[in-house]
């Protein structure tokens, strides 16, 4: 019997204390929401980084683009192959593009965007500020004079927010399109007919809560992304929990707000 | 290239440094630095790693904030400044990074273009074509105008990296770690460039390393910075010419001897 490996063995690590790890929690808050704040202070003040803003919109929109596609398509086709046969049960398929588009239009549509954007841009985002952080290119920007907060922070937050609900409409469309094509196929409905019955049951607050969504995941990713990238540290160890926080923290944040914002439209509907 | 005859002016201080202090948590880095850095002077700071050089160079370029002590840069005291003021400041400090620091997502051109169009508005084209030119001409890498910094060898990023602080012609030169990782004929290539730098852009220059050939081949005065302090401030032989045991081992190891 082995005694010696069992004596030399290291002592089990002892983690940070609960009461630590509460104190640490309420530091990153705090931290968060100051990063918040300078945001808001420095994102509309002059000079404004617009030929930078252009950029990082059209790498959000291209990062994500073909995901988005597939996965809205499937999703749109998937939720209708699967919500038939309850409908069926009652007799009432004719209301599948009404419960399609409802589902679509209110959840599905920002919330699987947001999703996907969380997993391609908010990780791109911190890994990218973060290996800059690391090899002390973000220093080398504010020694020369400029402000890199403003150039890759700003820039970057103002991007996604913009972007977000230009994809997050696309994939409306294309869940829809992923929707007629199942329906059409086992009802044989045209797509005048499916279109016309897709808005019927959808209201002005529909689209404002979704939009809404839309705007606050896409803000959400990019400042969860630019605070995680911002404030790397430890290397390139740092580099890879920063990309992890962002989509970690990004898609908790997500399914936290959408809770928050259908609450807030149910009470306009 | 032997170090070429400077003309410094020894009544006109452009850094000035008085007990500055810096601890990270329970350990004290800098414990009460003195430092004057003259107009047109090559000031080399000499230690070893982790002994709080590169500190020292983040808080007087205003990247750290200085727990004690006060730090004046063309008598603007950094810890009290306002951050345009700061801003407007750094233009006039050059800083070359130990791992130089360039835009990996942009080629070397756009790398020295990057700060010249941001701190020089209504700058034309034309203007700024024949600074980026210039500036690849005094490092002698004309030929990387186009390229990646991921294509460029760790001597030529050196040199990229001292060409986009040169571009906003600066006064004062921050070297941190000019040669680690350094073959040592790259290494006598960028001394050599240090020692042009000051003679063609006549600027006063704070170098930062352990490299012995660096501090002697560059340094017009040399700070030795042991536990903390500045314990040996002289000319290279007056530093080394000691019997003091934490300064001789670093002189007897160094391959110089």
Same mark, same amino acid.
């Given at each position: ?30 931290? &968060? ?70 589902? &679509? ?19 791109? *985002? ?121 989509? +970690? ?21 | ?17 008085? $007990? ?33 050089? #590169? ?5 007087? #370029? ?12 063309? $008598? ?23 791992? #130089?620091?360039?835009?990996? #997502?942009?080629? +070397? ?18 203007? *700024? ?10 490092? =002698? ?19 990229? =990296? ?25 290494? &006598? ?17 704070? &170098? ?38 934490? +300064? ?10």
């Amino acid at each position: 019997m082995n005694t010696a490996s069992k004596s030399t063995a290291p002592a089990a690590k002892k983690g940070p204390s609960f009461k630590r790890r509460l104190s640490n929690a309420f530091v990153s808050l705090y931290d &968060i929401n100051k990063f918040i704040l300078r945001f808001f202070r420095e994102a509309f003040l002059p000079p404004f980084e617009l030929k930078e803003v252009v950029r990082q919109c059209y790498e959000t929109g291209v990062r994500s683009f073909t995901l988005i596609t597939l996965t809205g398509f499937i999703t749109g086709l998937i939720f209708t192959k699967q919500s038939r046969p309850s409908l069926s049960n009652f007799g009432a398929q004719s209301w599948l593009p009404s419960l399609v588009s409802i589902a &679509i239009m209110r959840a599905l549509a920002p919330l699987v965007t947001a999703l996907i954007a969380a997993g391609k841009v908010g990780s791109s *985002i911190g890994a990218e500020l973060g290996s800059m952080r690391v090899t002390e290119q973000i220093d080398a920007m504010e020694v020369s004079g400029t402000k890199p907060f403003k150039f890759l922070v700003c820039t970057r937050v103002l991007a996604t927010t913009l972007t977000l609900p230009i994809l997050a409409t696309y994939t409306a469309f294309v869940a829809l399109l992923g929707g007629y094509v199942n329906v059409s196929v086992n009802e044989g409905t045209s797509y005048t007919t499916f279109m016309e019955q897709v808005f019927e049951p959808l209201t002005f607050v529909d689209f404002v809560a979704s939009l809404s969504k839309s705007i606050v995941f896409g803000f959400t990713i990019g400042i969860v992304g630019c605070y995680q990238g911002y404030y790397s540290t430890k290397g390139t160890e740092g580099v890879g929990k920063a990309a992890n926080g962002a989509v +970690v923290t990004a898609m908790f944040l997500i399914f936290v707000e959408e809770i928050l914002i259908v609450q807030i439209a149910g009470w306009f509907r | 290239m032997e170090k070429g005859k400077t003309n410094i002016d020894y009544k006109n201080p452009v850094i000035v440094v008085r $007990g500055l202090e810096k601890a990270f948590d329970d350990y004290r880095v800098l414990r009460g630095i003195d430092l004057d850095l003259y107009q047109e002077e090559n000031l080399v700071v000499l230690g070893r790693s982790g002994s709080g050089k #590169s500190v020292l160079i983040k808080i007087i #370029s205003g990247l750290l904030k200085a727990d004690k002590g006060e730090v004046m840069v063309f $008598g603007n005291d950094i810890s009290t400044i306002t951050d345009m003021e700061l801003q407007e400041l750094r233009i006039r400090i050059g800083f070359s990074f130990q791992n #130089s620091a360039l835009y990996d #997502s942009m080629t +070397v051109r756009k790398n020295l273009e990057f700060p010249l169009v941001r701190n020089r508005k209504g700058i034309t084209r034309k203007e *700024i074509n024949t600074s980026v030119e210039s500036v690849l001409d005094a490092v =002698g890498l004309s030929q990387t105008i186009n390229q990646m910094p991921s294509e460029l060898s760790g001597g030529q990023r050196k040199r990229i =990296g001292i060409a986009r602080t040169l571009i906003l012609k600066p006064e004062i030169m921050l070297y941190d770690e000019p040669t680690a990782g350094l073959d040592p004929i790259t290494c &006598i290539e960028i001394n050599d460039l240090i020692n042009e730098v000051q003679q063609r852009f006549h600027t006063s220059s704070i &170098i930062i390393t352990h490299d012995l050939t660096c501090a002697k081949s560059t340094g017009d005065r040399i700070a030795m910075l042991l536990d903390g302090q500045f314990q040996r401030v002289g000319s290279f032989d007056e530093v080394f010419n000691t019997s003091d045991e934490r +300064v001789k081992p670093f002189f007897e190891y160094n391959f110089i001897q």
